[in-house]
């Protein structure tokens, strides 16, 4: 599946509302069986899993689905909903619960989930009743240990309302303030924006802990595997006035990765006021960012607005140990997007915060051209500046902040609010065409 094809089904599947994995040739396989036995489970063994793994070729299993499934209409697949009665721990005090995707269509690659307890992991295995076909089940009898293609979460302030998401391939989402969702972020970018085939990682297998009576703390564990490595992951989801997601990442290359990327965000600019307006849409701006923001190593403050270019655009901005980077939604004026129906006026702000000293390497931001709103084209990650090697093991961690601002902005710096622009030279006279006017508007800062 192709980048384009890929962020359009994550994004239609997430604005709605596993088979078993092949004999693993490694020897923790009776450790990840299907079965519903409790089995002691820590980061640490996740790890020890990773690294195991990473050691053998990897195994696809896209497309081991039954053909009922993966022949399914889009309109029949839309029809499978999960039962909310039926979502994890609604029966208990948690103030989370759970509620589960359907694998078929364009998810044809089932992942492992398990639910944590006291330490102890056991398999969340596939249920028929916890769907609701609406009158459309032209999917036969299916496999009793199918398995699933992802999850999401819901809080206690409104269990009708997401909080956050994990499906396809290592992508997983957060709502902000608003509730809203926007854009993604992935577990891991592999040859991103450059001549060749981009590599898609995907979690293979999740751990979900069980939170506590009061606690307000989700835990949830990863496996993340493809062709150039492994991975373990560990995610602390923390919702309150903004969402605070906690990153753990321990990578197991199987090759050398010259272009891996680092805490990954995905995001979506059609138009806005760098840009002309589409002539087909009403709209004027239409996005989830408008830009880039970077706190260096040393201090300083970068702002890169986005754009929509008439071809592949690569950047890099080299740095040693970023203190942080992300693709924010600053313009907040419903009037400038004029959108009722998706409020690109809502959409959150992402904040990558580094933990530790990540070394040398660049924040990268690839933008890809577009003329459909439903195709993430942004894409913004950390790029190290020595290739990882297999044999090795790469830790990272940190923190992400979803809301409507970044958490941290300069004390006494103005800030960007838009950028516009347009031929330069002087109205009224001949203008040359490679002669260009940037409006920089600042907001904040000493100017107040």
């Known amino acids: 599946m192709d980048r384009r094809t890929l962020m ?28 519903s036995k409790e089995k002691p489970f820590s980061y640490g063994w996740l790890k020890g ?69 006291d330490g102890k992991a056991s398999t969340l295995k596939y249920n028929p009743d916890f769907f609701n076909y609406n009158g459309k089940h032209p999917l036969g009898d299916l496999p009793k240990d199918l398995g699933y293609a992802g999850f ?60 506590q009576p009061g606690s307000h ?52 600019y059609q138009v806005g006021e760098n840009n002309r307006r589409v002539d087909y849409d009403w709209r004027p701006e239409i996005h989830d960012s408008d830009g880039l923001a970077m706190l260096s190593g040393s201090g300083e403050w970068l702002w890169r607005p986005l754009g ?4 592949l655009r690569f950047n890099s901005y080299f740095d040693s140990s970023p203190q942080g980077f992300g693709l924010l939604q600053r313009d907040r004026k419903f009037d400038h997007y004029q959108d009722d129906g998706v409020f690109y006026d809502r959409r959150p702000s992402v904040w990558v915060q580094p933990k530790g000293e990540w070394g040398k ?24 500046e020595e290739p990882l090697q297999p044999g090795q093991e790469y830790l990272y961690a940190y923190r992400m902040h979803w809301g409507e601002h970044a958490p941290v902005k300069p004390q006494e710096l103005a800030t960007v609010q838009a950028t516009r622009t347009g031929l330069g ?16 508007d600042f907001v904040g800062g000493m100017l107040e």
């Open 8 to 35: 359009k089904t994550l994004i239609a599947a997430l604005g709605a509302s596993a088979l078993p994995l092949a004999p693993l040739v490694w020897a923790r396989e009776s450790e990840l069986s299907m079965d």
């Open 49 to 117: 899993v990773a690294r195991e793994l990473a050691t053998h070729p990897y195994i696809s299993h896209e497309g081991e689905l039954p053909k009922s499934l993966k022949q399914l209409s889009w309109d029949d697949y839309q029809a499978i909903g999960f039962r909310k009665d039926h979502a994890l721990w609604a029966d208990s005090e948690s103030a989370f619960q759970v509620q589960l995707f359907h694998l078929g269509l364009y998810f044809q690659s089932p992942v492992r989930i398990h639910e944590v307890t």
């Open 152 to 211: 999401r979460l819901h809080y206690q302030t409104n269990f009708s309302l997401d909080l956050a998401a994990f499906l396809g391939a290592s992508y997983f989402r957060a709502v902000g303030s608003e509730m809203q969702y926007g854009m993604s972020a992935r577990g891991l970018a592999i040859d991103t924006g450059i001549n060749g085939e981009e590599e898609f990682p995907r979690f293979s297998a999740f751990w979900l802990e069980k939170p």
């Open 217 to 268: 703390v989700m835990r949830v564990w990863a496996l993340l595997d493809s062709p150039s490595t492994t991975g373990a992951y560990a995610f602390v989801l923390d919702p309150g006035r903004n969402m605070v997601i906690d990153v753990d990442v321990a990578l197991y290359p199987r090759a050398e990765m010259k272009r891996a990327g680092i805490a990954p965000l995905t995001s979506m």
């Open 308 to 311: 929509n270019p008439a071809h």
């Open 361 to 384: 390497g660049s924040i990268d931001l690839v933008e890809i051209p577009t003329v459909d709103e439903t195709f993430d084209n942004i894409v913004a990650f950390w790029h190290p």
């Open 425 to 440: 030279g002087v109205i009224g006279q001949d203008r040359e065409h490679f002669s260009w006017r940037f409006a920089v």
